[in-house]
């Protein structure tokens, strides 16, 4: 379905209910506010590697501006910043107060953006396989080299550098499949790219024209709500460092880093018996903040 929020339509899916009858009365649920990654893509392969999730809490999906079903709107609004506040008013119209929001990959630069910009908005964020806006391309090539060898370093460092559409095809034929490090991650690499509505032009001008123009790290200092960060041990996209350095600048009380041993990218693919209960505990943990008076997350969390 689409959600007016104002200048721009989004298209929002829903999965699990959010209430659930139990004998003579209602069980209520967390919800989780899902944003998929790109630039470029839409949320159907976020839905398909969280579906598990479904089972405990209440997800809602949305494809940002730009993307997937949701209006195309204008180059102009192509940035970090306009992404934010659409989050932030997509949550006001869908009346979720203090949400949870999860980020994963590209998505977790908005979901920071989102966080630094508005900081009380959020009841809590997910950063799932993100850096959540600094990169590293030499440590990211040479993780692709040691898994993939010379030709996919190649690929990824000429993707990095050019930024056009031959390169990205070469980084998705040789690289996308070295991002989970489970059996069948081509094949599942494969239906991922077919089935997804892309949108390359969105993921050029991001990086061509707006990357270099806003840094979500700038905003760290206003982050003011509990912070779970989920990093694969050995994801090539964001590599370790980085995530622990993005870590070590958010509050200590109120933020916690669960490294995923075997885990590449596609940490919910690689590790879900670790990535899952991590998040269903830090979102049921915010839920009970918010019903307790006094307790900080990190007490609510023991």
Not at 107 to 113: K, N, Q, S
Request: aromatic share 6%.
């Amino acid at each position: 379905m689409q959600i007016n929020i104002g200048d721009v339509r989004l298209w929002v899916d829903v999965s699990g209910p959010s209430v659930l009858p139990e004998g003579d009365t209602t069980v209520d649920r967390s919800t989780i506010v899902a944003v998929h990654g790109g630039p470029g893509v839409d949320h159907i392969n976020m839905k398909a590697n969280l579906e598990p999730l479904a089972e405990h809490v209440q997800i809602v999906y949305y494809d940002q501006r730009g993307h997937g079903r949701s209006d195309r709107s204008s180059v102009e609004h192509w940035n970090l910043r306009t992404w934010a506040d659409d989050l932030r008013r997509l949550c006001d119209t869908l009346g979720l107060d203090k949400p949870v929001v999860l980020g994963t990959s590209f998505g977790g630069f908005v979901v920071l953006t989102y966080a630094g910009l508005f900081p009380d908005h959020p009841g809590g964020i997910i950063l799932g396989n993100t850096t959540g806006g600094r990169l590293d391309y030499e440590a990211s090539i040479e993780v692709y080299r040691r898994l993939g060898g010379d030709e996919a370093a190649a690929a990824a460092q000429r993707e990095f550098a050019e930024l056009t559409e031959e390169a990205g095809a070469e980084f998705d034929r040789l690289c996308s499949p070295l991002d989970s490090a489970r059996p069948g991650a081509e094949e599942h690499s494969r239906k991922e790219g077919s089935r997804s509505i892309t949108t390359r032009d969105v993921n050029l001008h991001y990086w061509r024209h707006e990357a270099s123009r806003f840094d979500p790290w700038s905003v760290l200092p206003n982050v003011a709500c509990p912070v779970l960060i989920l990093a694969g041990e050995d994801d090539p996209l964001c590599p370790l460092p980085t995530v622990e350095e993005l870590a070590s600048k958010l509050p200590p009380q109120t933020t916690r880093l669960v490294r995923l041993p075997q885990a590449r990218h596609a940490i919910f693919r690689d590790r879900p018996d670790l990535a899952f209960p991590a998040v269903v505990n830090f979102a049921r943990d915010v839920d009970r903040m918010r019903t307790l008076a006094g307790p900080t997350w990190s007490e609510c969390a023991e």
